[in-house]
């Protein structure tokens, strides 16, 4: 069973940092390409970067390319995602998803994506 937990988020104002972590804390063998998602209020979930299974690709969405960047440690079983520059648009509830272990490539569909953490919330302050 995979069980994805968030941490990391909180209140930082604008050009400040966070680093957010996604911990897998089923009892797994397996490894999963990944990513992560955000959410405001009245919009959809978007897709803000991903990593393969092997950790060796990443994609990242235009919003947040030069400012993001997403890696994972498979032996800690452990996701991160480091956020640097932030600005009050970056203000959602971010969450961690995998895809199905059978899947080597990054998506950016929440449609390809079966196991989700429960979201942690990022408050950017102007």
């Known amino acids: 069973q995979v069980q994805l937990v968030e941490s990391g988020g909180g209140l930082v104002q604008a050009g400040g940092s966070l680093r957010l972590s996604c911990a897998n804390s089923g009892r797994t063998f397996s490894t999963y390409a990944m990513g992560w998602f955000r959410q405001v209020p009245g919009k959809e979930r978007e897709f803000v970067a991903g990593i393969s299974r092997s950790g060796g690709s990443t994609a990242y969405a235009d919003s947040v390319k030069g400012r993001f960047t997403i890696s994972k440690d498979n032996a800690k079983r452990t996701m991160y995602l480091q956020m640097n520059s932030l600005n009050p648009e970056d203000t959602a509830v971010y969450f961690c998803?995998?895809?199905?272990?059978?899947?080597?490539?990054?998506?950016?569909?929440?449609?390809?994506?079966?196991?989700w953490g429960q979201g942690t919330q990022v408050t950017v302050s102007s």
């Open positions: 998803a995998a895809r199905n272990s059978g899947y080597r490539g990054t998506s950016t569909s929440i449609k390809e994506y079966d196991y």
